[in-house]
């Protein structure tokens, strides 16, 4: 005997909202283990300076460079900035903006390329687009500041802006003051 229609769709949209929950627990699940690990910059060749001294532009930027091509500072531990913004795709791939067309690297001041950076980009509620997750909180104000210089000189192929540590500073401070 077959079942009425209706029961089917019922069914069906109950197996739909348990799928959409344990995939959900499986990114919170992912969140938590990510807030529970260590930075992962502790012990890596890229850490902080230990005496608190400012990086020449040429250093700064080739921390930028290690940074940029880093997997473990995202939370799998798999996924570079290069994994999606990479120089040697194709600039039609329809992965993420190819960063050599991108304005925020070229422009006057750091600040659009620090709070991208930082908090990432989403398409509004219920639109689909690109997105690119935030990384306040995965780096250092030191890691964020070298990266910056980085997509600066290999991106906007302009040279080092100045005092991109303050303006990072200045941008962590106000987001955690939301």
Not at 17 to 40: E, I, K, Y
Not at 67 to 87: I, K, N, Q, V, Y
């Amino acid at each position: 005997m077959t079942q009425p229609l209706c029961s089917r769709a019922a069914r069906a949209r109950r197996r739909g909202r348990r799928a959409r929950l344990a995939c959900s627990l499986g990114v919170l699940a992912g969140l938590l283990a990510a807030c529970a690990a260590p930075p992962a910059h502790q012990g890596a060749a890229y850490a902080p300076r230990a005496d608190g001294q400012r990086l020449d532009v040429a250093a700064l930027t080739e921390l930028g460079r290690a940074l940029f091509f880093e997997p473990s500072l995202s939370a799998s531990g798999r996924t570079a900035c290069a994994s999606c913004h990479d120089p040697g795709r194709s600039l039609s791939s329809g992965g993420a903006l190819h960063l050599s067309l991108a304005i925020a690297p070229a422009l006057p001041t750091p600040s659009n390329l620090i709070h991208l950076t930082l908090e990432g980009i989403a398409p509004p509620d219920g639109a689909q687009g690109r997105s690119m997750p935030g990384f306040a909180g995965a780096l250092t104000n030191d890691q964020v500041t070298a990266l910056v210089q980085y997509l600066r000189v290999e991106f906007g192929r302009k040279t080092a802006w100045r005092n991109v540590d303050e303006e990072v500073a200045s941008a962590v401070n106000d987001i955690n003051a939301r």
